[in-house]
């Protein structure tokens, strides 16, 4: 025991061991907003769209307009969405059709499907 006493009070702990530099404690060490901080970055501005008559759908612009017609007989709006994929493309009359049968499939994901549900938007 009188030998580890002896070692640090003989400030062996001052003595270079060739280890490279030690780090320093007398700099603070960066903010975190430094750290976090970005060059800042100017984007083009893009035209805002014109305002519409009407409020539309977020959808709308993506199908050409409010009203969806049925993927199968092209006639009737979108009103059934199948189980278990959930594709919305069909009439109910359409949609009851693609459940019956044999080996019902989904037209869309060839997925097995086991009805249609009438959806309300």
């Known amino acids: ?6 070692i640090w009070g003989a400030g062996g702990l ?3 061991e060739g280890l490279g530099e030690s780090p320093s404690f007398e700099s603070q060490p960066a903010s975190a907003s430094s750290i976090w901080s970005f060059p800042s970055v100017t984007l083009p501005s893009r035209p805002s769209p014109p305002a519409s008559a009407s409020p539309a759908s977020p959808t709308d612009s993506l199908l050409g307009g409010g009203r969806r017609e049925c993927l199968v007989c092209g006639d009737k709006e979108v009103t059934a ?3 278990p994929c959930g594709h919305n493309h069909f009439c109910m009359d359409c949609g009851k ?11 869309v994901c060839s997925s097995p499907v086991m009805q249609a549900l009438r959806i309300f938007s």
């Open 1 to 6: 025991m009188n030998d580890i006493v002896a």
């Open 14 to 16: 001052e003595r270079d």
């Open 81 to 83: 969405a199948l189980v």
């Open 97 to 107: 059709r693609l459940c019956e049968g044999t080996d019902p499939m989904c037209p």
